[in-house]
Each structure stands twice: as C-alpha cells, then as structure tokens.
T-cell receptor, first 112, second 112 residues
Framework: KAGVTQTPRYLIKTRGQQVTLSCSPI?????VSWYQQTPGQGLQFLFE???????NKGNFPGRFSGRQFSNSRSEMNVSTLELGDSALYLC???????????FGPGTRLTVL | SQQGEEDPQALSIQEGENATMNCSYK?????LQWYRQNSGRGLVHLIL?????REKHSGRLRVTLDTSKKSSSLLITASRAADTASYFC????????????FGKGITLSVRP
C-alpha cells in the first residue's frame, strides 16, 4: 500500500497570507490527524478527523482549521499567517480500531 | 503541552553498542509509542506497547513500560550508523481519542 502523502512538500508564504495543506491517508484508513513541529514547541497535536467529523482538537487558535472529505483525504488551512507558524506540518492516518499512526513526510511551511 | 519527557536529550555511541533511551509521562495512558525521525522528515513508527504490557520486542528494539512509575525505556541493541536519528516517545492518553502527545525527543548519534 502507498503511504501517507502530503502536498506540497515545501511552501513559502508571507505574513497575513493563508495556506492550505493537503494529506492523503493510507488506503482504507479513515482517521487523519495533524501535528505541528517546531524547534521550540516540539510536536503538537492540531486536530483529528474521522469520517468527515472533527473528533479532537488541540490548543491552537481558530486560524487553524481543517476538514476531511468523503474519500478520507484531509486539508488543513491556516489563515492570517504569522512568523511563528513556520513549522513542519505532519499528517498521520490510522485504520479503524488501530492505535498506530502512520505519518507522512510533512509539509515544511516558511512564513516570511 | 508535552507529556513525555525523554532522557537523555542527546546520546552519542559507537556502532555496535547498545542505546538506551528513557521516557516519563504524567497521565493515565492507553498505550505508549516510540517513533524515529530522520533529519526533519516524517516520523517512522517503531513500536507500540499497551498499558497492560510490560515488555515488547521487535527486531533489535526492546521497549519496557512501568505504569506505576509512568516511565518507558527503549533499547536499541547492536546499533548501526543508520540508527542515527531523533527518537520520540508518544503517549495515547486515556480518553484522548487518537491524540498523541509527544516528548521533545532524543538525538541519537551512532559513530561508525
């Protein structure tokens, strides 16, 4: 099976812009989670979707949002970008009833 | 917030030696997982141990879990230069519903 894919892999934006990142989970996986990784804060949970519903949300401002489509693909959106949003954004999928999360390669976002 | 705290923060060993990494956490968990990350890329799942398990093996990996002390250790035997990476413990907290809480990670360097 193909692994989790994320697009784009690299992105450069300026402050105030918005950005949309995409994640395609492993075939058959219905749960998709998003994490932000920065040198200062480490890996932090953003949100998790299952069957198009947000089941869990981390402690991030409302500028961070996401959605999941009927084919389990997910997108996350960050509006009004700030310098501190520069990070590696990781997506992970897991199968129904499974505990292991399988991560994609990440999207590296740089905000100038 | 960080749940897992890994120890040490950095470890440098010679190829062929064993590497032991420790992780402590604060709350009740369903399971604890160890991941590896190479140079800011995606996370690779190594091993999962459930709260009712005490020890688990996978190839050169051995993980232990002590729920009374809220701690885990990961042992990599006969290390190789290719094991050079960052290692993270992640806890799946009771009731957290697919949200993993990561520690800050351990940087392992294996010298050839």
């Amino acid at each position: 099976k193909a692994g989790v894919t994320q697009t784009p892999r690299y992105l450069i934006k300026t402050r105030g812009q918005q950005v949309t990142l995409s994640c395609s989970p492993i075939s058959g996986h219905r749960s998709v989670s998003w994490y932000q990784q920065t040198p200062g804060q480490g890996l932090q949970f953003l949100f998790e979707y299952f069957s198009e519903t947000q089941r869990n949300k981390g402690n991030f401002p409302g500028r961070f949002s996401g959605r999941q489509f009927s084919n389990s693909r997910s997108e996350m959106n960050v509006s009004t970008l700030e310098l501190g949003d520069s990070a590696l954004y990781l997506c992970a999928s897991s199968p129904i009833g499974g505990d292991t999360q399988y991560f994609g390669p990440g999207t590296r976002l740089t905000v100038l | 917030s960080q749940q897992g705290e890994e120890d040490p923060q950095a470890l440098s060993i010679q190829e062929g030696e064993n590497a032991t990494m420790n992780c402590s956490y604060k709350t009740s968990i369903n399971n604890l997982q160890w991941y590896r990350q190479n140079s800011g890329r995606g996370l690779v799942h190594l091993i999962l141990i459930r709260s009712n398990e005490r020890e688990k093996h996978s190839g050169r990996l051995r993980v232990t879990l002590d729920t009374s002390k809220k701690s885990s250790s990961l042992l990599i035997t006969a290390s190789r230069a290719a094991d050079t990476a960052s290692y993270f413990c992640a806890t799946d907290e009771t009731g957290a519903n697919s949200k993993l809480t990561f520690g800050k990670g351990i940087t392992l360097s294996v010298r050839p």
